[in-house]
């Protein structure tokens, strides 16, 4: 199984966990996925311990259909503090019906935006990364 010619999305956020964040991003690439980082906005976000990341996608650029998942991770403290595009990125996916993979936080901002989330698309901590990413293999390669 390989995620060869597949494209994921990954949003970044303000007070990112690094393992949330960082584990699916290089699992994906390393399996050959096409991922691309959407930010709130042109500045970098910081991680909870100071790491900057910068998107290189915004999110109205992103073609619902050219994406095979998004992956949200979670922030250490709160709520991810998303963006208004990022949130109609999340919405328009949702209905293009494109699997959405989250831990943490990120999967209570998920649910707050779209309601119903696949269980077995979510860590809930980072302990849980392997599993999540282990699905999100076996439902992009199968």
Known sequence: MTLSNRSIVVFAFDGYQELEFWYPVLRAREEGAEVKVV????????????????????????????????????????????SEAQVSLLRRLHAA?????????????VRELVLDVDPDRVAVDADSLPSLVTRLRAELAG
């Open 39 to 82: 930010g709130p906005g042109e500045d970098p976000c910081e991680s909870h311990l100071g790491y900057p990341i910068l998107g290189d996608t915004a999110a109205d650029e992103v073609v619902s259909e050219a994406v095979d998942a998004l992956v949200v991770p979670g922030t250490v403290v709160g709520r991810p503090a998303v």
């Open 97 to 109: 019906e494109v699997p959405i993979f989250a831990s943490g936080t990120g999967a209570h901002l």
